[in-house]
């Protein structure tokens, strides 16, 4: 059976699992809908926050990012794994003791201020919104590279599903359905890397591969590693694993793009709202380490995916002839994702530091006189003469291994249930937010659940349609818009929650202004480096970085205002207190 | 009542600011600051300051959790505060 055929099968199965899966756990009352009545075990939770947490930026293009950076993608690996810690630690259990039903409840209730809701509120809309309209444009990306169909159409498709067992089952349904999801991505991601890994170091244990020697070829005897570097060091890179060489990050951005990320990831409304679904403390502690090991179980064959494509590819490809390059090849070129700029007319693939041309290939629609397709950009003056899309490494993985085509199917069904368990996991917190922070605890005090719950459904479908709008016209690239969202949850919700759990008297006043100055210098920083040219003024710091500053400023206006205005009440005091201790963590009370 | 509330409160705070100074030594210590210098020891088939940097601290992190998870558990069993 050919590739497509495979990739549908995969693909129909899967999402049949999901609406079935969907239809078992329907839910009636608010409590399911929003935390799924808190009657989550912890292992489930685990990998379902691990599916909610992966998009499927890390599934599809991380790796690739980590073959082109080298060092430099542990700012990915270490920032979007570390942040769990800080959430164990730091906030899971005290939020699950708190037990209410979305992070505005929170900090509403904490700060006793509906004003510090609102805004709250504006902060988890705002950052879940960003962060799905990238989430949408990948199931369309997963879509046409697999099932060659139109990325619009494959949106739309995305778009039909998530409403389906959102609005259906709510949090609940979007839990077991994660499980499911979880389980997809992590076969498809483990097999491939596996193959891979045997087929160049002859060990099966992709985290042992990594650091294991070369069976066949050239390099043979020589440790992957090792074998990375010199080629790097032949071909003008600066090798693979040396850190902040020429042309990489300064350690600087080093330390704030990780940090950024990190106390984004623990910032991030959609994951912060996943420990409040266990039954207990001790289950939200749990489950953190659960959801980190999933987490893990990707995170670290990444990195090893990223080495083993990148010396497969290098070793396949440069200084080959066009008529002799692998089939892979040849297929994604037919994509896009892979062109060839035949500088010195020799027929010889040249891969080399720097752009083959300016720009994003352009192909004329003729062949030239090997076959390759012609693009129309004018080249650069360096010696490349490859271009190669980054999200080529986890997509042609399965072909640079010869796995037979099944697998491929998997690849993407797993890619799907990457993007589309996250986009659900967003969708449930921009519902809840408006159904239960803003309509109920705001609006309509006197809502009965059947209204509230139909509030719940109708956001859901809003948001299915604005994140759709979104992944149909994208705000820019998908990874500048997630960098966006972890600069903003970093620079709002964190301080916030943390100074509320560890300190009795940070009050109403320091939060809102905290929040309000965080995620305004953050958002003011990041739309003026990215889109309206303005150079890194801060330290050099980028965009991605800036979270960190913004979380920093955030801290500094919380605790300076707090000091000069006055202390919460006795209740909110005593409030703090009981959340410290795990005692009497019942189920969430709704009032 | 009142002062085993706050021994037991402090005791936390202290397991919790060791775990993470070893969180910070291994991701932002190891994995960053120190990676050139680490980065000439090769042990096996990785320079040291990457191994970290990609795969080690990832590894610490989840064992950071699953033993604050073990040693929470016991302190609130202590000073009975915990769920029944």
Redesign the interface.
């Known amino acids: 059976m050919s590739i497509l055929a495979w990739t549908y099968i995969m693909v129909i199965i899967t999402f049949g699992l999901y609406l079935f899966i969907a239809w078992r756990s329907r839910v009636k009352e608010t409590k399911g809908f929003y935390i799924a009545g808190a009657s989550v075990p912890p292992l489930a939770n685990g990998m379902a926050t691990a599916a909610d947490w992966m998009s499927a930026a890390s599934f599809i293009s991380m790796a690739g990012l980590?073959s082109f950076m080298g060092?430099s993608?542990?700012v990915y690996?270490?920032g979007w794994?570390?942040g769990?810690?800080l959430l164990?630690?730091?906030l899971a259990?005290y939020l699950r003791k708190f037990g209410k039903f979305t992070v505005p409840d929170f900090v509403g209730d904490r700060y006793y201020s509906s004003t510090a809701r609102v805004v709250a509120l504006i902060c988890a809309i705002f950052v879940s919104l960003t962060y799905v309209a990238g989430q949408m444009r990948g199931v369309g990306i997963v879509f046409s590279r697999f099932l060659e169909v139109d990325v619009n159409t494959g949106v739309v498709i995305g778009m039909a599903i998530v409403f389906f067992y959102a609005s259906l089952g709510g949090m609940k349904g979007i839990t077991y359905t994660q499980v499911a999801q979880y389980c997809v991505l992590i076969v498809a991601f483990i097999i491939c890397a596996a193959a891979i890994s045997l087929k160049i170091t002859g060990n099966p244990v992709p985290?042992l591969g990594?650091?294991?020697?070369i069976i066949e070829g050239e390099s043979a005897g020589k440790?992957?590693?090792?074998a990375l570097d010199g080629i790097h060091k032949d071909l003008g890179f600066s090798e693979y694993?040396?850190?902040?060489g020429p042309g990489d990050m300064s350690?600087l951005s080093?330390?704030c793009i990780?940090?950024a990320l990190m106390v984004g990831t623990a910032g991030l409304p959609h994951v912060i709202i996943r420990f409040y679904t266990v039954p207990?403390?001790?289950a939200a502690?749990?489950s953190?380490?659960y959801a980190?090991?999933f987490i893990?179980l990707l995170?670290?064959t990444a990195?090893t995916l990223a080495a083993f494509a990148r010396y497969s590819m290098i070793d396949s490809v440069n200084n080959t002839s066009y008529a002799e390059a692998p089939s892979w090849f040849k297929n994604w070129e037919q994509t896009g994702l892979v062109a060839w700029y035949d500088k010195d007319g020799d027929g010889i693939i040249r891969y080399r530091d720097g752009a083959p041309f300016q720009g994003p290939p352009q192909f004329s629609g003729e062949v030239g006189e090997y076959g390759q397709r012609l693009v129309t950009n004018s080249p650069t003056d360096n010696e490349n003469e490859l271009y190669i899309d980054r999200d080529i490494i986890v997509l042609a993985s399965p072909e640079m291994a010869n796995l037979s085509p099944w697998i491929i199917g998997l690849m993407a069904a797993g890619g799907l249930a990457a993007a589309l368990s996250t986009a659900s996991g967003l969708l449930i917190v921009i519902s809840s937010s408006v159904s239960h922070d803003l309509y109920y605890r705001i609006i309509n005090r006197q809502a009965s659940e059947k209204q509230r719950m139909l509030v719940g459904r109708v956001m859901v479908g809003i948001g299915v349609l604005m994140a759709g709008y979104l992944g149909i016209n994208p705000p820019g690239f998908v990874a500048q818009v997630v960098a966006f969202a972890f600069g903003l949850a970093a620079s709002s919700f964190f301080p916030v929650i943390i100074l509320g759990i560890f300190t009795k008297w940070v009050n109403r006043e320091g939060a809102i202004a905290g929040m309000i100055s965080g995620i305004g210098f953050t958002m003011f920083y990041i739309l003026q480096t990215r889109f309206m040219g303005v150079d890194p003024w801060f330290f050099g710091i980028t965009a991605e970085g800036i979270g960190t500053i913004g979380m920093l400023i955030n801290f500094a206006v919380t605790m300076s205002v707090s000091k000069f205005t006055k202390a919460p009440p006795p209740e909110i005091q005593e409030l703090v207190?009981s959340v410290?201790?795990?005692?009497?963590?019942g189920t969430a009370i709704d009032h | 009542m009142k002062k085993s509330f706050q021994e037991y409160w402090a005791k936390n705070l202290r397991l919790i600011t060791i775990l993470l100074i070893i969180w910070a030594v291994v991701s932002y210590g190891f994995g960053i600051i120190l990676v050139k210098p680490l980065n000439a020891i090769w042990m096996g088939g990785f320079p040291l300051g990457f191994w970290f940097a990609q795969q080690g601290s990832i590894y610490v992190f989840v064992i950071l959790i699953f033993v604050y998870c073990f040693l929470m558990n016991r302190l609130d069993r202590q000073y009975d505060v915990d769920e029944k």
């Open positions: 980590i060092y993608g542990a690996l270490m794994t570390g769990y810690v164990a630690l730091l259990p985290q990594f650091g294991s020697t440790y992957i590693l090792q694993t040396s850190a902040f350690m080093v330390i990780t940090l207990s403390v001790k502690r749990l953190a380490g980190l090991f893990a995170y670290t990195p207190e410290r201790t795990p005692r009497g963590a």
